[in-house]
Every structure is written in structure tokens, then in C-alpha cells.
């Protein structure tokens, strides 16, 4: 089966493995394996045993994704405007390494919105550009996140959704994400 | 010469194209060829130019990436408690691809004391976990930021520098890590 890495702050939910038993369920029923940021590797380097938790913790993540089709990305804002630098930093390796990214967020307002919000407002120049109280540029490309983030979706021909749902507790959204990366994913062969 | 790539936030300074150039200043010193994001490509793909800015911007700065032995990457906390997402997504990009990655920050103050400040508190068990607000564990192994950007800077062989400096306006932080980053990239091969 193609597998594909459930990238997310998920983790953090304070009951991880039965939440993310249950978005492996989902991809089950679309014919996709779903390998979790907590799932043991199968055969882990033996010298990883004397490294410290957070490393064991990082080198297993990037193995388990070196080992998937796809990276399913729970890009939902995450403590401020923008997804979870954990889960950036998945996307980003993942597209180094050639994979789909399909991103997928439980809330609906677009990047400039939030990062407004977030910064308490800003100051508009005439030509309509934002620039935060530090002085620094708001970007403002009409995009769910930082351009970075959404170009890899788009390049790798990954699907992007979101919805405003009940943020931590909802999984139709990721559930639309699925079928979308199933019906990338499985393509049947074209027949000549 | 070898090249390393200039991400950060940066990018969004008002003199942002001054600024990047005082950083290939500072990496030109140690004898290192600085890449900005900004950098036009010698020869970019024709069919680049029929794609939205966003697009093109993104697929430059892989480019860019593509053609570096490093990425020195500006880790200072930007609109959250953690890193520019556009630099987080450029980091994993750079190690999905093997490259070396260096981090610096204008700011001291460890991940775990930047989040519960953010989130405006939290809640702590008797175990010593915090949770923030919507119920979501605060990561917490003593680290800068999340862990996989720490690990990413270790895992391979690059140097994290961070100390409290004015937060845009500060190259020192960044010129001590060009220095290690030269160290390390610039070793003489070992005679036999």
C-alpha cells in the first residue's frame, strides 16, 4: 500500500496515538497507509539509542518520511499566524526529497487576515502594503500561508484545503485531504 | 567559492536589498559566497515566467538552495514564539537535499519561556508538562525552537548561535555564525 507521513501538531493533542489511530482509519478506507510522526520504526540504527530524546524523536520522523509517497500536512494556524514550524520543517524535507505535500487546515481566513490580527494591525502604505510594529513587510500574495508552504503543495501537485471546523477536534477536513491524495496517489497506470 | 544560501525573514525588511547586501559583505570576509533570496537566477526556465510572482518567487529560492553547500538560516522567533515559517520550510527543504544547515537568533530566550509567554500562561501538570490554552501539549526538551529545527542543525554538523541582540537591526549574531560556518565548511581536506 502507499504510505503517506501524517504530518501535524497533532502530537501535542493530549491523546495523540488514539487520534491519530483514527486518521490512519481514514486512510485505510482510501487505500492509503498512514504512518504516524509516533510510530516506531521498524528497524531503528542501533546508535540512536545513545542519542538525547529530541533527536531520536527528529531522525525517526525524517526516516519515517523518507519511507512515504506523501507528506499530509495539518498546516491549521498554530500558536499565531502561521502552521507549526514542526510541520514546515516535514514539508520543506519532504520536498526536498521529491514527495507530494498535501496540506490541509480546520480554519478558513486566508494568511494576510491572521497575520493582521496577530500583529495587532499594522500600517497600510498608499500602495495597499502592510508592515508590521517591528517594521518588517506583511506578505500579501492572497495565500492560506507563507508562499513557501503553498508552492510546495502546488509544485508537487498536492491538493491544499481548509474550512473553518472545530480546530483540535475535527476530521472531515483532513478526510477531504485523503480522497484528494488517494485520487493523486492511486492513478491507475495509464493503459497503452 | 562555496556558496550558502541567506534565509530569514529578512526579506522583509523596508532595505531588505542594503541588508543582504551587508550579509554577502560579512560572508565574503570568511571567504564564503552569500545567496540571497532576492538574487535573480543566471537562467531561469522560460516557463517560469508564465507562473503567479508567488510561484516563481518559491521556485527561485529552491533554486537558489539547490545551488548552496548551506543554509544559514535567520532563527529569530518572527510574529510567534518560533521561526519565520518561509526559513523553517527553507531548512527542511536543505535537508531533504543533505545540505549543512547553521542557525543564529537576535534573541536568548529558550523556546519553552517564549511559548508560555505567547500563549499567555498555560497549565501545568504535577509531571511538570505544560498545556497551552487549547488543550495541546508545549513541547519542552530545552531546546531553541521545535525540535526538528534544532535537530536539523545538529544532525548535520552546522552550529546554532543566539544571543539577545536589537532584534533586525543586529548582524554580529549572524557574522559569528558565518565564522563557524566557514570553519566548517571551509576545513582544508586532512594530507596524508
Known amino acids: 500500500m502507499t504510505k503517506v507521513y501524517l504530518a501535524g501538531p497533532d ?37 540512536w539509542a545513545a542519542l538525547p530524546e529530541w533527536r531520536q524523536l527528529a531522525l525517526r520522523n525524517e526516516a519515517h518520511i523518507r519511507g512515504c509517497a506523501a507528506v499530509i500536512a495539518n498546516l491549521t494556524p498554530f500558536r499565531g499566524p502561521s502552521a507549526d514550524v514542526g510541520t514546515v520543517y516535514e514539508v520543506g ?17 486566508p494568511f494576510l487576515a491572521r497575520t493582521l490580527a496577530s500583529i495587532g494591525g499594522g500600517r497600510r502604505d498608499p500602495d495597499g502594503s502592510w508592515w508590521d510594529p517591528d517594521g518588517l513587510l506583511v506578505e500579501q500574495f492572497g495565500l492560506f500561508d507563507n508562499l513557501m508552504i503553498e508552492a510546495a503543495v502546488t509544485d508537487s501537485g498536492g491538493t491544499m484545503v481548509h474550512e473553518d471546523q472545530d480546530r483540535w477536534h475535527d476530521l472531515s477536513v483532513f478526510e477531504r485531504c485523503i480522497e484528494a491524495a488517494a485520487a493523486t496517489l492511486l492513478q491507475p497506470p495509464l493503459s497503452g
Open 11 to 47: 502530537v501535542f493533542l493530549p491523546d495523540a496515538a488514539d487520534w491519530l489511530g483514527r486518521k490512519k482509519a481514514i486512510c485505510a478506507g482510501f487505500h492509503l497507509t498512514g504512518v504516524a510522526p509516533l510510530d516506531d520504526l521498524p528497524d531503528p540504527p542501533a546508535a
Open 93 to 109: 524535507y519532504a520536498r526536498g526529497l521529491g514527495l507530494k505535500v498535501f496540506g490541509y487546515a480546520t480554519v478558513a481566513a
